[in-house]
C-alpha cells in the first residue's frame, strides 16, 4: 500500500482529532491507522496518523502548506513521510557480528523497509558476512589519536552515499558530540544492558558482580550523553546464580539484536515520536 504518515506533538486541547480527520477528509484520504496519547504530565497530545494516498486529492508536494494552517493554529510540531520514499541506512560495527547478520537478514527478507548502501567498521572481521549480502564494506581505524580524522572519513562516506539513518550494531566507539549533533534522532544504538543500570562499559560483567536476576538490552537514539538517549525498545532475560559471565554474554546477545531490530523497524515505519527524552511507539 503507499500511504503517507504524519506525526504530531503539541499541546493537549480540545479539537486536535477533529482538525486532523477533517483535514485529510477535504481531500478524499483513507486511514488506515490512526492512534493518539495524552501525556498529563507534560500536557501533551502525541499522534500518529496513516492513509493510503491512491485516491488522496492532495499532491503531497503540496500538503506542508495546506497543512500549516492547522499546525500554526494549534502550535504543532510535525512530520510527514511516504511509504514510497525508502530511508537509506548505515550500519556501523565492530567486531561482534551477531546484530549486523540479523539486520542484513531481516532486510534481505523484506522485512525492513530501507536500502542499505554500506556498513562501516573500525576492524575488518565482519567484512565476509557483509559482502556475502552483497553490501559494500568500508573499514576505517579509529583511534585516540585518528578520531576526528576518522569521523570525517566516515562522515564523508555517508554523504556520499546520501544516508539517513545511522544503526550502531555494536559499534564499540564513543561518536564524538560534533558527530552526533549531525544526526539528531537519526544514529539508532544498541546497549547491552537494561538501561539506566550498567551504562557505558562492561555491563555484563558489573550485572554478573551485582549478582542480578535479570539481564536486558536497550535501543536508544545517541546523543552527546553516552547511553543517555530516549529508549526506543528495551527486553529482559532472567538468569540464575548457575551462569557465569559468558552464559550472561551468549543470552545478551539474543536480547541485543531482537530489540534492536525492533528499534530500527519502528523507526523506518515512522511508530516513533521523540519528546522531552522519552519517546511513544505507535506500534
Not at 124 to 133: G, I, P, S
Not at 151 to 164: G, I, P, R, W
Not at 261 to 268: D, E, G, I, Q, T
Request: net charge negative; aromatic share 10%; charged share 20%.
Amino acid at each position: 500500500m503507499n500511504t503517507a504518515t504524519l506525526l504530531i506533538s503539541c499541546p493537549d486541547q480540545k479539537g486536535l482529532s477533529a482538525a486532523i480527520a477533517n483535514f485529510l477528509f477535504t481531500y478524499n484520504a483513507n486511514i488506515v491507522h490512526s492512534d493518539q496519547h495524552q501525556d498529563s504530565t507534560d500536557d501533551l497530545f502525541l499522534m500518529r496518523v496513516e492513509w493510503d494516498l491512491t485516491d488522496f486529492t492532495l499532491d503531497m508536494a503540496s500538503f506542508a502548506p495546506a497543512f500549516q494552517p492547522i499546525a500554526d493554529r494549534f502550535s504543532m510540531k510535525w512530520t510527514v513521510a511516504l511509504s514510497a520514499e525508502r530511508p537509506r541506512v548505515a550500519i556501523f560495527v565492530s567486531k561482534y557480528d551477531h546484530c549486523l547478520v540479523d539486520l542484513l537478514h531481516r532486510h534481505q527478507s523484506g522485512e525492513l523497509a530501507c536500502d542499505i548502501p554500506l556498513v562501516i567498521s573500525n576492524h575488518e572481521d565482519c567484512r565476509a558476512v557483509t559482502e556475502f549480502y552483497g553490501v559494500p564494506f568500508h573499514v576505517i581505524p579509529v583511534s585516540k589519536d585518528n578520531k576526528a580524522e576518522a569521523e570525517a572519513a566516515q562522515h564523508a562516506l555517508l554523504q556520499a552515499n546520501h544516508v539517513d539513518l545511522i544503526v550502531l550494531a555494536r559499534y564499540m566507539q564513543v561518536l564524538s558530540h560534533d558527530f552526533t549533533a549531525q544526526w539528531p534522532q537519526r544514529v539508532i544504538n544498541i546497549h547491552h544492558s537494561f538501561l539506566p543500570a550498567f551504562d557505558g562499559a562492561k555491563p555484563y560483567h558489573r550485572a554478573f558482580a551485582r549478582g542480578v536476576k535479570l539481564i536486558g538490552a536497550t535501543s536508544h537514539y545517541v546523543t552527546e550523553i553516552l547511553d543517555d538517549g530516549p529508549i526506543i525498545e528495551q527486553d529482559v532475560q532472567r538468569i540464575s546464580h548457575r551462569e557465569d559471565v559468558e552464559d550472561l554474554v551468549l543470552k545478551g546477545r539474543d536480547l541485543e539484536k531482537v530489540v534492536l531490530s525492533r528499534a530500527v523497524k519502528w523507526h523506518l515505519e515512522n511508530r516513533v515520536l521523540v519528546y522531552a527524552n522519552k519517546t511513544v511507539i505507535f506500534a
